[in-house]
C-alpha cells in the first residue's frame, strides 16, 4: 500500500446536468499518489459521467479539478493525457489492424527525419510492454491478441504517455477469470510503482481484492466512503442502494391466472453455459433485474428469435413454439419492445400511423397482399387516443414526437397486437415522469388482461414497484427469484453483484 | 409529392423551352423518338428505384442489358429457338440472377456495391464472349423474327390522341401503373421502404427483411431482362462491347432525380418516370438548342446536381421552419 498519503487529485463539487437529469451533484473525489481508488454505483449513479468529465471527454457545469494542489481545466482528451491522466475505455481504444508497438505509440510516433523510426518504436514499445508484464512482440497486429492482452496493451499505451493516473472503466466485463487476475497483478504492480488507479466496476468481489479505497455514488451524489477492512461487498451494497419508490402506488388488482410464458433450458447465444429456465403466469408481470450487461437483453433477443436461442423448449399457452424470428414470436402470441427506440423500435421518418400498423399489416391485409388503409387509419386512431399520444394526429412524423411519445407509439405499435407475452426491455430509458407514470399503468393493464409480461429494467425501484416477481441475473446466469415480500433494493442488488449468498444454489425466496 | 411536382416542374420547363428555341422539338418523328427513349430509361430506372429504397445499388443493369441482348439474338437467330422459349429463359436467367444478387447480399452479407460492380463486369464478359465480340444478330432481324420488332419499333395511336404513341411507352406504362400499385397499395411496397430506412426496426417489426431486398433484386434484373429485349429490337442489331453501357448510370440517374435517396426508403414511381423522360428530353433540347452533344454528359451532370442542392436546401430551409415552430408550441 502506498506510503505517501498525499493527494494527488481532487475533484470538488462537480456537477453536471444532462437535459432531465442531473447526473452529478456536488460530488466530491480525492485520489491520492500510488492508491486504486474504487468508484461503485448502481446503474446511472453517475460514475461514467465523473470518468468522462476527468479525463476530459466532458466538461462540468460546475466544480473544478485539482491536481497536485492546483486547479486545472481539462478541456479536451489531449489536455488530460498531458497531465497524466488516461482513461481506458470499456470498449478499448485500439486500431486493431495495426500492430502493437504502432498502437503504443499511437500518435506520438518515433519519427526519425520525418519517417517513421520502426527500430525505435520496437525498443520503446517493449519498454512499456514489460511494465505489464506482456510478452508478446511489437510487430504482432493488435486483432491476433486475445481480449486480456489487448487491454495490457491499452494500459502500455497509457503509461507510454507517461499518465500517472489510470481510470479504468469496467476493465474486467469481457475477461475470463484468469485475464482478469493477471490484470489485477499489473494493477498491483502498478500502484507500487507510484501510479495512482481510479477502478470502476460491478463485480465487488474485485473491489474487494482490489482498492484502498471506495468511493460509493448513488443518484449523482456521494454516498459514502469505506476504507481498509470494511470494504466489504455487504457494506458497499446498503450504501449503493436505497431510492425512493413513492411513483407506485395505487396498483391495479390482479389475479394470476395459468402460466403463459414457459422456458426451459433456453440456451442464449451470448451465454451458453448458463441455460435459463423460469416461469410467467397470465396477468403476471415479472421483472429482471440486473446489472448493465448481465444478459438480461440478450434473454429478451432469444426468447424473440433475433438471436434465435441455440437450445431449450420455450411453451406459450402450453403449445411449445418455435422462435427463429421476430415473424415467429409475433406468430406465437409475443411482442417485445425493445431497448433501443430509435434504432429497434421506430421507423423514425415515417409516420405514428405506419409505425403503429407495422406489425400488423399482415394480419389485416387483403388478398394478395393488398393493405387495407382503412384498418390501418381506424387502429391507429384508436392507438393514439387510448395511450394519449400527443400531438394526437398519426399523420406526424415520429421523428417530431417527444421521447416519452415516442416510446407510447412503440408501445402502441405492440399492444395493438394483444399479445399474450409482452416483453419489455427498459421501457422507461429517457422518458419524463409523466409518461412513465403512464407507461408502467399500460403495463398493469396489459397483465390484468391476461398477458404474460416479462419486464426487463435497470431502474430498481421501477422494478420493485411494479413487479409480481423479480428475477436477478448476473453474468448470465439467473442468480436468484424475490416475491413481493422478499424483495427490497440491498436484496436485489446483493444478487445482481453474485454476492447472494444462497442465490448461488437454487431457487431462493429472499434474502 | 412536392418532388414530383418540382422535377415535372423542370422537365415541363426544358419542353417549353425546347420547343421555343426549335420548333422541331415537338415534331412528332422527335417526339416518338424521346418517349422511346423514356420508356428505355423507365423501366430501367424502376427496377433501380425499387433497389435503391430497399438501401442497397444495383450497377449491373447496363451489362445486364447487353447480356440479355446477345443472348436473345443467339437463341433465336442462330439456335432457331421458338420465341415463346426464348422469352422464357431469359426470363428465367434475368430472374435468376436477381436472386444471386440478392443471396450474395442479404445472405453472404456482400456489400450491393460490389456484388453488382463484379455482375458488370462479369455479364458484359460473358456477353462479349458468347458473341464472338461482332455484331449480333449480324444482318440485323429478317424473315420470322422481323415481326418482333413492332414490340420496340410499333407505333399505336390512340383513339382521341391522334399521335402514334411508340408501343414500348405503352409497356413503360403498364410497368409503372404495375409498381405504383405494389409500391402504395401492397404491404410488400410499405415493407420495402420500411426496410430502405431502418432495418433493424422493420426486423424487430416481424418483417422478413431478407425476403424484401431479394425481391427488390429480382425486380431490378427482371426489368433490365425487359430493357434489353427491346433495346435489342430496337437498335436491331448490337455491338456487344458497347450496347448498353452507362444505362446503370442512367437509371440510378432517373431514380435520384426522381425522388430516390440512396440512403434508402423514400422514392415514388411517378417522380422515377418523370427522372427517366428528364434525360432524354434534356438530351434532345440541348442538341436541338444548339450546345454540342459532347457536352452531353455534362449537362446532365449539372442538372442532377443543381437538382439535388436544391432539394436538399429546401429541406433545411423547412427543417429550421420546423424547429422555431416546434419552440414556439413549447413555450405558448
Redesign the interface.
Known sequence: MAEASDTLLQAEALTKRFPGVTALDRVELSLRRGEVLAVIGENGAGKSTLMKILAGVQRPDAGRVLLDGRAVEVRSVHEALELGIALIHQELNLAENLDVGANVFLGREPRRWGFLDRAATERDARRYLDMVGLDVSPRVLVERLPIGRKQLVEIAKALATSARILIMDEPTSSLSQHEAETLFRVIKDLRGRGVSVIYISHRLREVEELADRVTVLRDGRNAGELTGADIRPDRMVSLMVGRDVSLFEGRLPRSLGEPVLEVRDLVVPSNPRHPLSFTVRAGEIVGVAGLVGAGRSEMLHALFGIEPARGGSVRIGGVPVRLCSPRDAIAAGMALVPEDRKEQGLILEMTVRQNIGLPSLRRHCRAGGFLNREQERRDAAAMVQKLRIRPADDTKVVLTLSGGNQQKTVLAKWLLLRPRVLLLDEPTRGVDVGAKEEIYHLIEETAAAGAAVLFVSSELPEVLGIADRILVMHEGRLTGELGREGASEEAVMQLATGHGGAGETKRPRGS | MKKVLGIFGVLLAICVIASLGNPDFLNSYNLQNILKRTALYGIMGLGAAFVIMSGGIDLSIGSMVALVGCLMSLLLVDWGLSTPLVFLLLFLLALALGLIHGLLITKMRLQPFVVTLCGLLLYRGVARWITGDSLTPPGGFTGAHEGLRVLATGRVTLPLLNFPVPIPFLILLAVTAVAAVFLN????G??L??VG??E?????????THRIVLLAYVLCALLSGLAGVLSLLDNNSIQPPQHGSFYELYAIAAAVLGGCSLRG??GSVLGVVLGAALIPVLNNASSLLGFPTRLEFAIIGIVILVGVTVDELVKRVAAAR?ASH?AAAVKN
Open positions: 397499395l401492397t404491404i410488400y410499405r415493407y421502404l420500411a430506412r431502418n433493424q426496426a422493420a426486423r424487430y417489426s416481424g418483417i422478413n426508403g423514400e420546423r416546434g
